[in-house]
């Protein structure tokens, strides 16, 4: 079993649309988490950081459940512009960070 | 934000031959560095960890031989493929942390073809 698991996709919505993406991860001492965005054939980005509490930036809100292991990100109002693949980042206690595979969006007109 | 550099950004090379990658922390002293290979739709999987002035920890299944990591400064590291051959051609990362941080900052990546 993979450390952090998300389901690839495609994600297919259009503009205007509310998607939502999940990521399980199995080692409960892991410590801090993130998202990253990753275009076609470039570095991965960070996109935000998550919290128990649950963060917001703009369009997009994070939310991590520590009981569950589980980790959300959710993007209101889709643009064009998000058509990319977010990967779900966990920061081991070492201070590795180990990637999910990632899922893929794309935003149709 | 900080910046990392990394070059090449695109390689071709003939089988056998070394390839060398390096990573710069251009506005910070990055104590660590991490490199990372990525394979077409898989994910980022995490090669070594190098310290500055210290031995690189390689990951289970990375052969230190082949891969050869040098992080003489806090500003540098380089990664050599030697003798590479076709299975290694792969997308390399680095990517660079400021003393404890949590953040990593990456490179834009390498692109190695080998023939």
Redesign the interface.
């Known amino acids: 079993r993979k450390e ?1 698991e998300q389901d ?1 996709g495609p994600f297919n919505v259009p503009e205007g649309a509310t998607v939502a993406f999940n990521c399980t991860y199995s080692n409960s001492a892991s410590q ?1 988490f993130f998202w990253y965005r990753q275009d076609c ?6 996109l935000m ?1 998550v919290y128990s509490s649950g963060n917001e930036d703009g369009r997009f809100t994070a939310q991590l459940n520590r009981a569950s292991q589980y980790i959300s990100l959710l993007i209101r109002d889709s643009k064009l512009s998000d058509s990319a693949t977010y ?1 779900c980042v966990v ?1 081991r206690n070492t ?8 899922t893929t969006l794309q935003v149709k007109p | 934000g900080a910046v990392v550099s990394q070059h090449p950004s695109w390689v071709i090379c003939k089988s056998g031959t070394s390839v060398k990658i390096e990573c710069r922390s251009l506005d910070f002293q990055a104590t660590t560095m991490f490199w990372y290979r990525q394979f077409p739709k898989q994910s980022l999987m995490l090669m070594a960890t190098s310290n500055e002035g210290s031995k690189a920890t390689y990951e289970q299944g990375v052969e230190k031989d082949k891969f050869l990591i040098n992080h003489a400064s806090l500003t540098l590291s380089t990664l050599t493929v030697t003798s590479a051959h076709p299975e290694d051609s792969s997308f390399y990362i680095c990517s660079a942390r400021e003393g404890l941080k949590n953040i990593q900052y990456f490179g834009a990546g390498t692109r190695l073809s080998v023939l």
């Open positions: 952090v690839p801090s054939r470039k570095e991965p980005k960070l950081s990967l920061n201070g590795k960070l180990i990637f999910g595979q990632g």
